[in-house]
């Protein structure tokens, strides 16, 4: 109910994604990928703060990310 992801997906779709979700604890200050990495998950973010860096310029943060939404999936889609 609260990802966005799966707004308007069939119940069978959802009842094949469901059971792929798998829980990822990331710390603060860690990262899930660099750019220029391979893109083989989507993430959502359940609870906590996420978000876009630039790391050489003192991991300025330049994209927000919110809770419920999803991320991996359209970098994969913009870098094609």
Do not use: R
């Not at 927000?64 to 889609?77: E, L, Q, R």
């Amino acid at each position: 109910k609260n990802l966005q992801f799966l707004d308007n997906k069939s119940n069978s779709f959802i009842a094949w994604i469901c059971p792929l979700f798998q829980a990822n604890v990331v710390e603060k200050d860690e990262y899930i990928h660099f750019e220029g990495d391979d893109i083989t998950h989507i993430y959502f973010l359940k609870q906590g703060e996420c978000g876009y860096v630039m790391p050489k310029h003192q991991k300025v943060k330049y994209v927000n990310i919110n809770k419920g939404y999803s991320f991996g999936f359209i970098d994969i889609i913009s870098c094609i």
